[in-house]
């Protein structure tokens, strides 16, 4: 009998099970993960300001690279912007966990059936425990209506000291297709650096292939001499236009609350994630008594919390996707990252005040008029009727 069972191994799971062992050492947490890796290969990261100061003195240990700024490009706005930035590789978060768990991190392991109380893997093994959670991400068709941010990226190695010394975060100066597209690239040393093309589609279909060569394209035409190619990743999130809570809720294991990006967790627009996985870690490592039904009324207003308080944020996506023809997208975005420093941390924060929200839908907009004005009379429209 264990105290806790994580079902899954991504970073919601992973920071849940260091916060728990963190607040309690003798308490008893097992994730079971059906890969090999904790994480996969995966970058995560965040901003200075969207995680809490309190939560950063356990996090901070798993910080691969730390930078005081980075920089967007756009056709007609080149701009650095002075707040910190933070990435995680998924490595860290697995040597940390298999040090911590030791035996309790079971990998290679499928699960088949997951219960308030109990957990059954694939070869038989029944897993019981006071408290269970499910992060293993969305399964089945999303409950709600969305576009996508699908990307690969790339780890290079360069033959010489070239890599940039900040992390570009968005470069749409390369050519638009399959949607918005731009180039993220985040330097490791000055000779290795991660390079991902992204894109911003109404398809979740990734040509590996071509996205891949993108990479390397960009990379020459940035005088980047590339070595090797070290390893790559790659991801496909939803980004959504529309929905309820309850339809996202349904999709939930019975009695069992998921965690993550199943909850929907994650910032709507950006797709980051990092900063809800913390403070779920920290909000269930508070909990005591810790079960499956209290884990299941703390995350469910957690959920319900961010879900419906983010809806700005899916009227924007909507704005972009529906008001704006694909090789254009770029210039809602452009029109952006024209606004106040602060504002555009509130943002990726997801906590912007009322003047923001008027602010960012102010002046000339980037967008046709007329598409816009649709747009905004049908979200009113299912406001008032819902």
Known sequence: MSDVVLVGGGLANGLIALGLKRARPERRVLLVERTDRVGGSKTWSFHEGDVEVGHRAWLDALVTRSWPGYGVRFPRRRRRLERGYHSIRSGALHAALAELLGDDLLLGRDVVDVAPGSVRLADGLELRAACVLDGRGQVGALPYRAAYQKFLGVFLALAEPAAPTEPLLMDATVAQRDGFRFVYALPWTERSLLVEDTYY????????????????DY????????????????GVLPIPLDGDFE?????WPPGVPAVGTRAGLFHPTTGYSLPDAVRTADALARLEPLDTARALALV????????????????????MFEAAEPEDRYRVLEHFYGMPEELIQRFYAARLRPM??????????????SRAALVLARSAWTRATA
Request: hydrophobic share 40%; net charge positive.
């Open 300 to 319: 469910t207003r957690l959920a319900r919390d961010a879900w419906d308080g983010r809806r700005y944020f899916r009227l924007l996506n909507r704005l």
């Open 219 to 234: 990379a020459a035409a940035r005088g980047w001499p590339v070595e090797s190619i070290e390893g790559e990743e790659a």
């Open 356 to 369: 923001d929200r008027l602010r960012i839908l102010s002046g000339r907009p980037p967008v046709p008029l």
């Open 247 to 251: 339809a996202l809720r349904a999709g």
């Open 201 to 216: 589609s109404e398809s979740p279909l990734l040509d590996r292939d071509r996205v891949r060569s993108g990479c390397l």
